[in-house]
């Protein structure tokens, strides 16, 4: 091999050490920063389940630090209680993260699963009545007893100003269907807008945005712009 051969091939490999050096860094530091914004998450909410598992997209990751934000930070985590009610399979998304304080997101989103275990339990602290819920199909079945009489109510979720609301809109007493227009207005009208109060546990910044049934519960999403991150979040 030629003199002027040897002096590239030691220039390439130069440049391959360096390159991979670099790469090797850029994944450290943003292994490190995913693991502390895990922390984050378990000191931003209450009672979490399972360790959270954070992702931060976009490379070269030192590049965006050096620009001063960050394209996209994921993060999951298989359980919180927002409110006292337990949810589950929570995922926070947010794009646009700044690195100096205040730390803020451009966009923020998180969804998470109420299961119908945390819905049964909101209802009975709301109106001491022991019901089961369950999924039917677009809709939830709440099913119990009252003085001996069986109840089945179909129920229809929906998001209004930032709340999550429960309307009835079947009613069966012991087999019989109930038009729900039929009862009195004293007692048909305690049956629209049932609340269920997750809105305020939610970060600041984030306003409940949707609800769907899923096989599980209700799944819901709440969506925020400029949102703040807490200042104690690494």
Known sequence: MS???????????????????????????????????????????????????????????LTQVLRGSVDEVSGQ??????????????????????????????????????????IDKIVADQTTLDITTTVDGDALKATGTLLGVTLSAGLVPRVQDGKLLVDVKTLSIGGASVSVNSLPK???????DIEIPV???????LALSGVEVVDDGLRITATGTDVV???EAP
């Open 229 to 231: 991150v807490p200042a």
């Open 77 to 118: 985590v298989d359980g919180v209680t927002i409110e006292g009610i337990a949810a589950t399979d929570v995922r926070v998304d947010a794009t646009d993260v700044t690195t100096s304080e205040p730390y803020t997101a451009g966009t923020a989103t998180i969804t998470a699963t109420l299961p119908t275990a945390s």
């Open 186 to 192: 004293s007692i048909g009208g305690k049956l629209d």
């Open 199 to 205: 809105e305020t546990g939610l970060p600041e910044g």
């Open 3 to 61: 003199k002027g051969g040897v002096v590239a091939g030691v220039v390439v490999g130069i440049v391959v050490v360096l390159v991979g050096g670099a790469f090797v860094a850029d994944r450290v530091v943003a292994s490190t920063v995913e693991k502390r914004a895990g922390d984050a998450i378990e000191q931003n909410f209450d009672d979490v389940v399972g360790t959270p598992n954070v992702d931060i997209g976009g490379f070269p990751f």
